[in-house]
């Protein structure tokens, strides 16, 4: 373990809960409580909590923060009610992807944007160059936490603690008061299940993990760690930076064409992607069933002995209980007959459409 | 964590049961696969009357978060290996010392155990880790 690791403010909660800590993006987190299996199940039957303080936050506020926005993003932010999230992606000029975030408009002038930790200090630099002049930027990463309660009994456990949870819209949030402090709850999440984000006051942060221990632990909610968010989160398609999305990578390539709207010639980055989207992608992401081995990031995907693509992430899926990976492959390829070296050994692949699990409702 | 007596362990994490009839059971420590966690995966070498050398490679173990080869702790023959592993991965995690071994080796020394660590040994050395 490196000392020089940063800590959220729940890292003496998660020692206490006997987490086994590793370093991800310049923080010290949890990689597992019990098992990455047990706690993924968890999640997928019940329910999990996960530490995610270790992302940003950064504020847009004022008259023309919407502008900083729709100039910053690729979504279509502009029609977004107060109270409502969007996913979208900044990108580079080139179209290539610099982080992919969530944008919460919070009041009327106010949005909140959720950074992915390993970029914090790049986006912040990125926003303030472009944004800074015409709306007033915020860095809100040091004091706050984020809290994940995710799983089929998430809005029962809510619901409880908080009046009118169990009621909040998918991709909608709302301010409340928490242990006594104002805090943004959001019906969004990480794992394909149902499940609310709380961003609140980092001093609030273990006060409002125990709470939530309390109330979960007799509905089968138990603390999840970095190890079970991957796989939750490949199972349902969702893409991680460094991995589906890179510099190197559009938004278009990694599938995420519906975050790209009508107009995004003016985004920055927009007109590269107006023109990749005219012309067609010259990648697609895919995903693979890969039969008897676990293809994971780097790997080469064949077609007969020709390289056509490499895997961006794999793992065994507790949930349908065999190896998944999604892969970026040349779009003329992308169709069947592919395998993957898998530490030399070539083992077929399926492709399959993504998500690889769909929640029941 | 358990540290039974009645096997020798190597620094490479794994343990070595001498049998009566002269053959040698091999396997991962319980550190070892606590270390791994959920393991999914495990690729084992064909019975062959090839002499392994130590330190080739014997198998690879795959869990959920990482891949991790295991080597021959000895030098000798591949005469048995547990088949059980290729459905039931996770017996590994369940009983390491166990219904979790990989193979028997005939060994090519008379000695098979020389140089490895007891029980003692093994424990200080994983427990300087933490």
């Known amino acids: 373990m490196s000392d020089g690791a940063a800590r959220t403010p729940l890292y003496a909660a998660h020692l206490d809960a006997g987490a086994r800590m590793v370093e991800f993006s310049g923080w010290s987190m949890p990689l597992q409580y019990s098992s990455i299996v047990k706690e993924h199940n968890a999640v997928r039957t019940a329910g999990g909590m996960f530490d995610a303080s270790h992302m940003g ?3 847009l506020r004022g008259p023309a923060a919407i502008d900083a926005c729709e100039r910053l993003f690729t979504s279509e932010l502009r029609k977004l009610s107060v109270g409502r999230a969007k996913y979208g992606l900044m990108c580079e000029p080139s179209g290539g992807v610099m982080d992919d975030v969530i944008v919460y408009r919070v009041e009327e002038q106010r949005y909140m944007v959720c950074l992915n930790a390993g970029n914090v200090e790049g986006d912040l630099a990125w926003i303030n160059e472009h944004a800074g002049s015409f709306c007033e930027v915020e860095d809100r990463s040091a004091d706050t936490a984020l809290i994940a309660l995710q ?3 998430a809005a029962t456990v809510l619901g409880e603690l908080v009046e009118g949870a169990a009621d909040l ?5 709302r301010e409340i008061i ?12 990480y794992t394909g299940e149902d499940g609310f984000e709380l961003f609140l006051p980092s001093v609030r942060a273990e006060s409002v993990w125990s709470v939530l ?4 632990g007799p509905l089968g909610v138990e603390p999840a760690g970095l190890g079970a968010r991957d796989t939750l989160r490949l199972e349902a398609g969702l893409p991680l930076y460094g991995h589906e999305l890179a510099l190197d990578i559009s938004p278009l390539e990694a599938g995420l064409g519906r975050f790209v709207r009508d107009d995004i010639a003016t985004a920055i980055g927009g007109e590269a992607l107006a023109a990749e989207r005219e012309r067609g992608s010259k990648r697609c992401l895919l995903g693979l069933l890969p039969d008897g081995a676990i293809a994971r990031q780097g790997h080469d995907v064949l077609a007969g002995d020709r390289v056509v693509g490499r895997v961006t992430s794999g793992t065994h899926s507790p949930s349908l209980g065999r190896p998944v990976a999604m892969a970026l492959v040349d779009a003329e390829s992308a169709t069947a007959g592919l395998s993957v070296d898998v530490r030399g050994r070539i083992k077929p692949a399926d492709v399959t459409a993504l998500p690889f699990y769909v929640r029941q409702r | 964590m358990e540290f039974p007596d009645d096997v020798h362990y190597t620094a490479e994490h794994e343990w070595l049961r001498l049998e009566d009839d002269g053959l040698v059971v091999v396997g991962i420590t319980d550190y070892a696969q606590d270390q791994l966690g959920d393991i999914v995966f495990v690729q084992l ?13 014997l198998a690879e173990i795959e869990s959920v ?7 021959a702790p000895i030098s000798g023959k591949v005469v048995k290996v547990n088949k059980d592993l290729v459905d039931g991965p996770e017996v590994i995690n369940e009983d390491p010392y166990g219904y979790g071994w990989l193979v028997h080796m005939e060994p090519s020394d008379d000695d098979p155990s020389a140089g490895l660590m007891s029980a003692d040994e093994y424990r200080d050395l994983v427990s300087e880790g933490d």
Do not use: I, Q
């Not at chain 1, 819209?169 to 949030?173: D, E, L, Q, S, V």
């Open chain 2, 65 to 71: 978060k990482t891949v991790s080869e295991v080597y």
């Open chain 1, 151 to 153: 799983g089929p009994a």
């Open chain 1, 178 to 189: 928490l242990e006594g402090e104002t805090a943004l709850m959001a019906r969004t999440g």
């Open chain 1, 213 to 216: 221990v309390a109330a979960g």
């Open chain 1, 169 to 173: 819209p998918r991709f909608a949030c």
């Open chain 2, 45 to 57: 070498p064909d019975v062959s009357d090839t002499v392994l050398s130590k330190d080739e490679k």
């Open chain 1, 57 to 59: 936050e950064v504020e």
